[in-house]
């Protein structure tokens, strides 16, 4: 079993948390070099640095972003290029979408295409390339800005318009498109929401017979064996240093972890718990209780349920798509992994069934509310248990 790490999408914390590392570092140095000053002097000394520091070093203030502070990006992770970087640089997210519209030039040619959630412009820079009519690059962050930018300096002006705002409030320039293009999904493909942004501007802007891409995506789940790391993420909680942490314990089991899983973790089949046809569905369609049965293809311990999706562009000549699935290759959605209270002793061929209740928060629809039930009656473990899980 790989070693796992951490992380988030929505809420980059970890570059939120990069910035205060840098800001402590330099202040360390500082203090070490001011070390032998009386508290005048350091005063003085700081004075001068803010301002001399200021007046050499600060970047001109054409550069986009320059200004901005940790404070704007805690609450505006997609406002940084850091998040960016990582999702461009997750190739097989961006090369699915890249071979779906290069590979199916027929569906762009002369058409109108809306970019919802631009981001960079990557997904419009690839649709003006296949030949669109125009693109409409929508994107709420201050990335818009650089967005405007990049489609600038690489020529495409004329056929993509950068706008700057949120789908469920600004207008667009035009009335109707032909095909919207976005890439919406979240850790356990729905945490986030973003899926009910690209429902709004389906319904606010696609054209009768339009075209959504991706416009399938589908949840599964399986079971693995995971002792190691159960024991580290959440029975560590019961004695820390000789003191019981308990209430910890109970508040970590009910956080889905976002990781990577082994394959060779994988105890059972893989059971489609739903797919969402985006060009159809409807908003309340997010929210869903699917039955499961998993069953057992070898005789082990089962500690966790995962879950993962696929997405799929059927639209095309040829079907294409990728798997965030442990068999795929891994992006940076990874898996969501959700730990049992009980340790499942399970043996081949025996089945683990259940349901899985998912629907968005009622106080904040980004997060996810999540209820599982499951029941086995085995040879060697009979058990039957709700739980509860919040992604947030
Ligand atoms: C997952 S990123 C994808 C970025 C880009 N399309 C790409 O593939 O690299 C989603 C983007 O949608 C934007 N976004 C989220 N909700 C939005 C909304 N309601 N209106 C406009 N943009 C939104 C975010 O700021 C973010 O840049």
Known sequence: MGKRKGGNKGVDASSFTRLNIDSCERTSKDSAALAKT???????????????SFSDSAPPSSIIGSDKTSADYYFDSYSHFGIHEEMLKDTIRTKAYQNAIYHNTFLFKDKVVLDVGAGTGILSLFCAKAGAKHVYALECSQ????????????????????????????????????????????????????????????????????????????????????ADYKED????????????????????????????????QIVTNCQLLKTMDISKMAIGDASFTAPF?????RNDFIHAFVAYFD???TQCHKPMGFSTGPRSKATHWKQTVLYLEDVLTICEGEALVGSITVEPNKKNPRDIEIMLKYSLSGQRSQVSRTQYYKMR
């Not at 009386?38 to 001399?52: C, I, Q, Y």
């Not at 560590?236 to 240093?241: E, P």
Request: a negative charge.
């Open 311 to 313: 997405v799929s562009f």
């Open 38 to 52: 009386s508290l005048e002097e350091v005063e003085e000394v700081v004075e001068e640095r803010t301002e001399s």
């Open 143 to 226: 990335m818009a800005d650089m967005a405007k930018e990049i489609v600038e300096v690489n020529g495409y002006s004329n056929v993509i318009t950068v706008v700057k705002g949120k789908v469920e409030e600004i207008d667009l320039p035009v009335s109707h498109v032909d095909i919207i293009i976005s890439e919406w999904m979240g850790y356990f493909l729905l945490f986030e929401n973003m899926l009910s942004t690209v429902l709004c501007a389906r319904d606010r802007w696609l054209v009768e017979d339009g075209i959504v891409l991706p416009d399938k995506a589908s949840l599964y789940l399986t079971a693995i064996e995971d």
């Open 233 to 264: 993420k959440i029975e560590f909680w019961n004695n820390v240093y000789g003191f019981n942490m308990n209430c910890i314990k109970k508040q970590a089991m009910m956080e889905p972890l976002v990781d990577t899983v082994d394959h060779n």
């Open 293 to 297: 049965k998993l069953v057992a293809e």
